[in-house]
T-cell receptor
């Protein structure tokens, strides 16, 4: 079942912060976060594993609440380059990802 | 280090035709997954190949088939194309094992007329 992302869209001014949420009704082994710019491939940002391990970019932070099957992506001091659509992909078994519908982030000067 | 590459970049076909899309994984990766992304939506899992076999499959009809070669590259074949097959087809590669990051290629934009 597809994870639910919120908000659907957010507009920021450069330097502001944002939080993007992802929730699933199924037990998760991991949550993957990607950013996609228009016409481009999704770019890997971070993976959060059951048990607390994280792998990803140093400037990106995220959390994974295993009990609630929820993850949040924290974007601080946003830059213009942060604009794009953010997708969470949830993994319930066997490295197959199920993606949410995305959160469109726009950062204005 | 070359990332994931896909060919062709764009493709236009008519209903009923067949199409083959190709993917070369990132160096050191042996697992290839294919996704379909409709405009404005998240990628949807089609299937995954490992050791030249289909390991997992999403909710796609048998018209969608694939193959993985000994060098880990992969093909996605779609038969009897429908208008609804128009989408961006993404290939993602990952190293052996589960819970690893998947790296996406630039995609093939398929238009079915």
């Amino acid at each position: 079942q597809q994870p639910v992302q919120s908000p659907q869209a957010v507009i920021l001014r450069e330097g502001e912060d944002a939080v993007i949420n992802c929730s699933s009704s199924k037990a998760l082994y991991s949550v993957h976060w990607y950013r996609q710019k228009h016409g481009e491939a999704p770019i890997f940002l971070m993976i959060l594993l059951k048990g607390g391990e994280q792998k990803g970019h140093d400037k990106i932070s995220a959390s994974f609440n295993e009990k609630k099957q929820q993850s949040s992506l924290y974007l601080t001091a946003s830059q213009l380059s942060y604009s794009g659509t953010y997708f969470c992909g949830t993994e319930t078994s066997g490295s197959r990802l199920t993606f949410g519908e995305g959160t469109q982030l726009t950062v204005n000067p | 280090d070359a990332g994931v590459t896909q060919s062709p970049t764009h493709l236009i076909k008519t209903r009923g035709q067949q199409v083959t899309l190709r993917c070369s994984p990132k160096s050191g990766h042996d697992t290839v997954s294919w996704y379909q992304q409709a405009l404005g939506q998240g990628p949807q899992f089609i299937f995954q190949y490992y050791e030249e076999e289909e390991r997992q499959r999403g909710n796609f009809p048998d018209r969608f088939s694939g193959h993985q070669f000994p060098n880990y590259s992969s093909e996605l074949n779609v038969n009897a194309l429908l208008l609804g097959d128009s989408a961006l087809y993404l290939c993602a590669s990952s190293p052996t094992g589960t819970y690893n990051e998947q790296f996406f290629g630039p995609g093939t934009r398929l238009t079915v007329l």
